[in-house]
């Protein structure tokens, strides 16, 4: 792949990241409908029941071009928090919103301790993680949030671009696998997984058919995409092999 390509891959995968820095997990009475500036999106909600029925939401974090994506599905409501509660994790994201990251993990830390069922918190405290370059932390984070609500697509997207951080890439599919399992029309998930297949496990044939997958999920199209299929469709195949892949 030339040199220029792949930065571009890798400047589309910083804005999510970059993106995910500067939002939260919304909280019940705001995670009906999502948009491209909210990277987690959620519930503060205790973690539901086996037997209940599967929800789906599809936030994520920013594209690579400029086309809008397809609305996400309204989460279904969950289970009441205590209004204290819920001023406080209000307070909390926005904080996080404003940059006061101190402030905010304080208080995201301190409503997990208390309310430990609650994934939403796990999930927040893994972007502030995650933003401080702290990946471990923000891994063990994102897998708490995913244990604890695992209907939840949006936590296997940020969880799966997590572990690519920090070089688990199987993991990483894994996870961005999950989140597409949940909601086959999350965009952002199935973004993430091509250029990941593209850039870190050199899978160019499964690329290039989540590519495609991704445009037909985005009514307005994507020209960035669209010339990343081209030239993929272009490029003389390599084997299959992550390590090569990432040594070029």
């Known amino acids: 792949m030339r040199s220029a390509d792949l930065m571009q891959r890798l400047s589309a995968v910083a804005l999510c990241l970059a993106m995910a820095g500067c939002a939260s997990v919304t909280d019940p009475l705001k995670a009906a409908a ?21 929800t789906s939401a599809a936030a994520a974090p920013a594209k690579a071009g400029s086309a809008p994506v397809a609305a996400a599905k309204p989460l279904e409501p969950e289970a009441p928090v205590d209004p204290f509660v819920q001023r406080t994790y209000d307070e909390a994201r926005r904080a996080l919103r404003s940059g006061r990251m101190d402030d905010a993990e304080r208080q995201f830390k301190a409503i997990s301790a208390a309310h430990p069922d609650f994934g939403g918190p796990y999930a927040n405290l893994g972007v502030i993680h995650r933003q401080a370059g702290k990946l471990p932390e923000a891994v063990t984070d994102f ?18 671009v997590t ?3 920090n070089g688990q890439f199987t993991k990483a599919r894994e996870a961005y696998e999950k989140a597409i399992e949940l909601d086959a029309n999350y965009a952002q998930a199935v973004l993430n997984l091509a250029i990941l297949n593209d850039i870190y496990l050199w899978n160019g044939p499964r690329a290039l058919e989540l590519y495609d997958r991704y445009l037909a999920l985005t009514p307005g199209g994507d020209a960035v995409v669209t010339k990343w299929i081209a030239d993929l469709k272009n490029r ?13």
């Open 34 to 54: 999502s948009s491209v500036t909210d990277a987690v999106k959620g519930v503060m909600a205790p973690s539901p029941s086996a037997s209940a029925p599967a």
């Open 163 to 165: 572990y690519r951080m």
């Open 143 to 160: 897998e708490k949030a995913t244990t604890l609500n695992p209907r939840q697509p949006v936590y296997f997207n940020q969880l799966g």
């Open 236 to 248: 003389k195949q390599a084997p299959n092999n992550a390590a090569k892949k990432e040594k070029a």
